[in-house]
């Protein structure tokens, strides 16, 4: 594994952007910016052999500058997904955070961490080189409590893993949930639906949202409903089903409660593209997976190459506390103690069968 880097841009306000590419014997090749951590490229072979770029994204900074809300490939903070009516309580203070999405709170406010410039620096990882990427967030910023340092680690394995180490540690208690959302597109970035993938989530049971996308406190079976992807399953059915919860979310765009133990990396989901006959499995630490189907996507914007990014033409698979876990106590708690460590593993492991 080899990770070299150069010049990518500069934002407006004059701070370096760099491309780090970070390949493997087997011709996997992972391209990340420090700009949001961000995944702007992943290039992945087919059954034979065959390369192709699986992840979303823009060709220059300026896309990602000007990105209406996609989040393409960026590392997600403070706190990703929604928090209702964009507050929550914590140690008796009530925190008001922005509400950029409608009244909720989402990905961590109007300044996430997928818009920072992150310190990059190439460092040995257990005997392989690994990209660390460490952001300092003040107390208050986004209206979170204690100044947080974070540090994500990724590492390209010569099995074809793209691992993601995340780590954060507070100076008072505070609430953290980090995640990626790289949209993948199995068949290659610009080949349009992915109706075709098939799904497996290692999970019996999911959350409800209501019609704002915000989970409401049940924890519910799949089983017998277009959210049971307990076997690899064909997502294409689901999309236009008239079940209640596929429209509260306009698709798929919900969390699974995972039957991981949270204690090292275990399969948390499979996605195949029998067109190509890509594999990806995800193995985490954390104990949910938000499926979102691509239900905002809008063709608007100019993706890599010139390539139009319609509805559903990618999905992602979010790992992550559960949503608005803050309001409903039987969820996983997002809470990070001062001085405790937050610590989590997400790796996305590419075959081909
Ligand atoms: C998450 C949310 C979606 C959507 C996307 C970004 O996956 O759950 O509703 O906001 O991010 O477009």
Partial sequence: ???????????????????????????????????????VSLYVPDKDGKLADVTLGYDN???????????FGALIGR??????????????????????DGENNLHGGIKGFDKQVWDAEIIDWEGKEGLQLTYFSKDG???????LKVKVVYVLS????????????????????????????????????ISGHELMINADQFTPINNEGIPTGEIRDVKGTPMDF???????????????????????????????????PEKAAELYDPASGRVMEVFTTKPGIQFYSGNFLKGSGVGKGGAVYNKRSALCLETQYFPNA???KHFPS????????????TIYKFSAR
């Fill in 61 to 71: 900074l300026k896309g990602y500058l000007e990105d209406d809300g996609t989040y």
């Fill in 230 to 264: 307990t076997k690899l399953s064909p997502i294409g059915p689901g999309f236009d089903s008239d079940d209640e919860q596929i429209i509260n979310g306009k698709g798929y765009d919900h969390n699974w409660v995972l039957k991981v133990s949270g204690k090292e």
């Fill in 1 to 39: 594994m080899s990770i070299t880097a150069r010049f990518y841009a500069n934002t407006p306000d004059g701070k370096e952007v760099t491309l780090f590419t970070l390949e493997n014997s087997k011709g996997m090749k992972a391209e990340i910016i420090n700009y949001g951590g961000t995944i």
């Fill in 141 to 147: 910023e986004e209206n979170f409590p204690g100044n």
């Fill in 334 to 345: 997002p809470i990070l103690k001062a001085g405790q460590e937050y610590k989590h593993t």
């Fill in 79 to 100: 706190h990703a997904n929604r928090i209702e009516k964009a507050e929550f309580e914590l140690n008796g203070v009530v925190y008001k955070l922005a509400k950029n």
């Fill in 158 to 193: 010569e099995d074809n893993g793209l691992e993601i180490h995340y780590y954060a540690v507070s100076d008072k208690d505070t609430v953290v949930n980090l995640t990626n959302h790289a949209y993948f597109n199995l068949s290659g970035h610009a080949a349009g639906s």
């Fill in 326 to 328: 803050m309001k409903h």
